[in-house]
């Protein structure tokens, strides 16, 4: 045996430094992360199931008829319904990415994953979001009639200023968060394929 | 899952990943302690949905091993972090102690898959156990096992001829 070969044989019997936690400390870590991970996903579904219930209830309490305004309403809610299903469902796919499985399957459901995360944070979020402002543009002809003018330049001017400061922090997000995908991917993809090679 | 059963697989494993991460992670101790917490913390999530399909110490492995390979999500700045070699921080004999940083200057220099096959082969595993691990077939893992010892070898003597 040549001095490398030793070498390699004397890996394990390294020394090893005492673990900087004991298992209950990892069984408190993991089930800290296990219940914030619950309150983050729920305080985002709730964020925008609030926004939704609060259309609704606007809705009905108005008990306007007119097809113009169920039109409007409904497009709002169902871009806002949308969002949230779609979110339930991207959390739902990640929890079943099984980490125990062979580094192969692994690393091709994680890039199918963040694949469809590029999916849901680029056209997705456009046509949800373009929905919502649709569904209020479809609303401005019956706050005009039945608002006063002030009220309704109001509502024409606050919308535009909440519109563009939206399509701005959600962009730049979005761009931030697609980089990030395509990076990852790049770098996934990449070994998953050196694995085969 | 039951804490003894856990804690039986912390204080049996606990050594095996760890050296795992270390080798994985350039000798960067600090590295390795954060994704041994990781792996463990996944180990203890994942525990109910182990089929049994495959023995406890491969799904270990199987976990350390995804663990490592998907740290770049995870830490964005992985790249800064272990971009350079570390010196580990060992108490162990100075022969053992200087093999050992060799061996982690070497290892640093590969890729991240020949870094996790390279582990997985310090751990004398059988190349049946490699390839369940990595999820390749038995001759793809000898093929690899050759040529990642080529290269292992190739980068010692080139050290070696360095330090002369």
Redesign the interface.
Known sequence: MNEFDNMISGWKNQAIPSAANNATDITRMAQKRINDSRKKHVATIAVLGITCLVLVLFAISTGTQSSLFIAGIGLMISALALRIGVEWWSSEQLKKLDVGENASSYLKHLVGFYQMRKKIHGSFTVITFSLYVLGFVVLLPIFKSNLSHGFFIYIIVSGIVILVSLIYFIRKKINEELINLNLTITELSSIAESFEV | ?E?DI??TI??QY??VV??LCLGYFKGD?GLA?DM??EV???V???YN??KGESQVNT?IY??A???C??E??RK?SYETRVLRYQE?????AEK?QN??K??HQCIAQL???DR?LTMLI???LSHQDIA?????TEV?VRVKVHRVKEK??RI?QDMEVESL
């Not at chain 2, 580990?88 to 162990?92: G, I, N, V």
């Not at chain 2, 369940?132 to 390749?136: A, E, P, T």
Request: glycine share 2%.
């Open positions: 899952m804490q856990f804690q912390y204080a606990y050594p760890y050296r101790s302690d041994v917490q463990f913390i996944r203890w999530e994942k949905y182990f799904w199987r976990i091993v995804n663990c390979l998907t770049i999500r964005k580990p921080e060992t108490d162990s053992q093999d050992q060799t061996l890729n991240e898959p996790v310090l751990e004398d369940r691990i990595l999820g390749i793809n292992l070898h010692y």
